[in-house]
């Protein structure tokens, strides 16, 4: 790096100083879950359910076939475990 920055010499020392500085640990992560905000008498995922079959119902008036259906209900149920 030192040839690709002859015209500004110090400008790696810096970098090799800022990096050195930098600390970071993967303990410091964590994540911090959003509260799901949801209808009375709904459970998150009765609520997300719903909302699904709801789309589905809209996106396939004359009937959601049972192919996406069935992916529906396999998605549904990956998420809910």
Do not use: N, W
């Not at 879950?33 to 009375?40: A, N, R, S, T, V």
């Not at 995922?45 to 992916?71: I, M, N």
């Amino acid at each position: 790096m030192i040839p690709l920055f002859a015209q500004c010499p110090t400008a790696v020392s810096r970098t090799a100083e800022v990096a050195d500085r930098c600390t970071f640990s993967l303990d410091e992560l964590r994540y911090d879950y959003p509260e799901e905000l949801c209808p009375g008498g709904e459970t998150p995922s009765s609520y997300l359910a719903r909302l699904t079959l709801d789309g589905a119902r809209d996106r396939y008036p004359d009937g959601v076939p049972t192919k996406v259906h069935q992916l529906i209900e396999r998605e549904l149920a990956i998420i809910g475990s």
